[in-house]
């Protein structure tokens, strides 16, 4: 079955620097499209970022554009989330997602996907 690891979460101060991973398994990675979404408590799931299965296309949401980067590495079925100069309201608990279909285009909504791991907890103190 499916399975989403992320990892890479903590504590930050603000205007630091987090790299978050999120680690996939029992699907063709090379072949799917992931996205990166967050959820603050109380709030809905509001997307992060997506990238394409070949990695050529990336697509941010405005909460993190400019500040984010996504990227994937398929040898080793991972897809990374690079944030920078981070905010308090950055502060949520990050989760990375499959996109259904695999191969479809990148995607802000959340009912495009799938498959999600359990998440990561990030923190920004001000």
Do not use: H
Not at 34 to 44: D, H, I, L, S, V
Not at 71 to 97: F, G, H, I, W
């Amino acid at each position: 079955q499916v399975q989403l690891v992320e990892s890479g979460g903590g504590l930050v101060q603000a205007g630091g620097s987090l790299r978050l991973s999120c680690a996939a398994s029992g699907l063709t990675f090379s072949r799917t499209t992931m996205g990166w979404f967050r959820q603050a408590p109380g709030k809905e799931r509001e997307f992060v970022a997506a990238i394409s299965w070949s990695g050529d296309i990336t697509y941010y949401g405005d909460s993190m554009k400019g500040r984010s980067t996504i990227s994937r590495d398929n040898a080793k079925n991972t897809v990374y989330l690079q944030m920078n100069s981070l905010k308090p309201e950055d502060t949520a608990v990050y989760y990375c997602a499959v996109r259904s279909p695999s191969y479809a285009g990148t995607s802000y909504n959340v009912g495009d996907y799938s498959y999600w791991g359990q998440g990561t907890q990030v923190t920004v103190s001000s």
